[in-house]
């Protein structure tokens, strides 16, 4: 009986080079040649070193003495004559050529840059945009890659190492592959798959326009210069893409918000130490705990009362809370950036919720956050107190709140209220600190309402 070959093979410097293995026909089978893995500052590759095993585990050790001399790098390697028979991988040519952006590239040398390439670019060089605005404009372009790609979206419960490999699929598309018939098929299909639920449609359709909307500013004006050494389409098709007609955004008010404040008021603030639950983990002491309990109804109170964002509740400071003016300035501070530039301002703060920030204040807080964290209160996470607002999350959920994100319904129903008070979508949007199109979008109507009083319908009851 002929040996087989083997799978896997370790080399005298401990390398490890192997067969791929892929399926066809149900069945699992073995690529020819073998494959050695490699890495170094960031930069990885799956190298071909043919089918004869002793020559592969010959060259596997070549490449790595070669790449542990700190002058040597790939591209060292690849122009090597020792290392001819290697084959340079696609990838590698494309990032090589990529990183040349710094001097103008002739026509014949561009090359079609992958979404990596451009990731990688619009992250490096858009320090003037926040943290927040950049994630969000990155992530839409991969969402829009793995569409087009076929790659099923990350669950939040995905592990980093899960995170990472997705990211690395999405990445190695072409640009090029983001053509306007492959946008609108891929469009097409996420419309298509939502079903005749009327619901379910508007919500793919918002969704669909953010992830065009955002991904169009990777290839806004200013940023196109970046991409100097790439060849780029002409239109570039997602700036050709159009946004497709979204559901009203109207709100009609269905939460009992009294309700919901007085069973929060009786479920976080009126508690002591013998009433309290693990919250905060086993390891916490019971001011900790009771802390830990209270800051979740503090944090809808800034909801309602004020109109504040989730993130702009995590990061607010004790010196933003100026209790003598009876306002909380939103503002850009050493912890966040606001939205926008319309997000900024002073918020009319009553006394009733000055009194509970001053109680929360004096017996428990912590500089310098409002809310406080688990980690160093001088720390600058991308989200904080991530774990206290998905308990206050979840108990709103229990409430009757079906949202992904509780918070945004009672920020909505703090417009609702501003407007039912004044009869103003104006005054409505200074206290969201919102665009006065979106207000007008969500609250406008008519305080009082016309009804028609049908001739005659009156007598025959």
């Known amino acids: 009986m002929k040996n087989q070959r083997p799978t896997v093979a370790k080399t005298r410097r401990g390398n490890r080079v192997y ?17 050695f893995r490699i890495k170094k500052e960031g930069e990885h590759h799956r190298l071909n070193l043919g089918s004869n095993l002793e020559t592969a ?85 991969r969402h829009i890659g793995a569409g087009i790609l076929g790659l099923r979206n990350l669950k939040k419960s995905a592990k980093k190492k899960q995170r990472l490999a997705w990211r690395a699929k999405v990445g190695n598309v072409p640009l090029d592959e983001l053509s306007i018939i492959a946008l609108e098929s891929y469009r097409t299909r996420i ?20 992830y065009f909307r955002c991904a169009k500013s990777v290839f806004a004006d200013r940023v196109l210069p970046l991409y100097d050494a790439f060849v780029l389409p002409d239109p570039i098709p997602l700036r050709q893409i159009k946004p497709l007609r979204e559901p009203s955004r109207r709100y009609v008010s269905t939460v009992d918000v009294p309700m919901i404040i007085k069973e929060a008021h009786e479920e976080f603030w ?12 086993r390891n916490s002491s019971a001011i900790d705990r009771l ?27 004790w010196e933003q809370v100026n209790f003598d003016k009876k306002q909380i300035s939103v503002a850009v501070t050493s912890y966040d950036t606001p939205k926008a530039r319309s997000s900024e301002g002073s918020v009319d703060v009553s006394e009733p919720v000055l ?20 980690s160093s209160p001088n720390s600058n996470p991308v989200k904080r107190a991530q774990g206290v607002f998905r308990e206050l ?23 609702s209220i501003i407007f039912d008070q004044t009869e103003s979508f104006d005054m409505a949007a200074e206290f969201l600190r919102n665009d006065p199109r979106i207000a007008r979008e969500h609250y406008v109507g008519r305080k009082k309402r016309l009804q028609i009083e049908v001739p005659g319908l009156a007598d025959l009851s």
């Open 355 to 374: 009194q509970y920030l001053r109680e929360f204040r004096d017996n428990f807080g912590t500089q310098p956050f409002v809310v406080p964290c688990g």
């Open 57 to 141: 585990k010959k060259l596997a050790d070549q490449i790595q003495a070669f790449l542990s001399i700190p002058s040597n790098g790939f591209a060292e390697l690849f122009e090597h004559a020792d290392f001819e028979c290697v084959p340079k991988p696609r990838i590698y040519l494309r990032r090589r050529k990529a990183r040349q952006v710094g001097s103008k590239t002739p026509e014949s040398e561009k090359i079609v840059p992958l979404l990596s390439d451009v990731i990688a670019i619009y992250e490096a060089n858009t320090v003037h945009l926040s943290r927040t605005t950049v994630i969000n404009n990155l992530n839409a372009l």
């Open 270 to 281: 009126v508690i002591d130490e013998n009433g309290l639950s693990e919250a905060g983990g």
């Open 19 to 35: 067969r791929n293995k892929f399926r066809r026909g149900g069945e699992v089978h073995y690529a020819e040649d073998y494959s």
């Open 291 to 317: 802390r830990h309990e209270k800051i979740k109804f503090i944090i809808l109170l800034l909801t309602i009362s004020c109109g504040l964002r989730p993130k702009e509740v995590s990061r607010l400071t």
């Open 393 to 415: 999350y979840g108990w709103l959920r229990e409430q009757g709140i079906d949202s992904d994100t509780p918070l945004y319904v009672f920020r909505k129903e703090a417009g």
């Open 191 to 210: 419309i298509r798959a939502a079903g005749e639920d009327g619901i379910a449609r508007g919500k793919a359709i918002t969704t669909l326009n953010t």
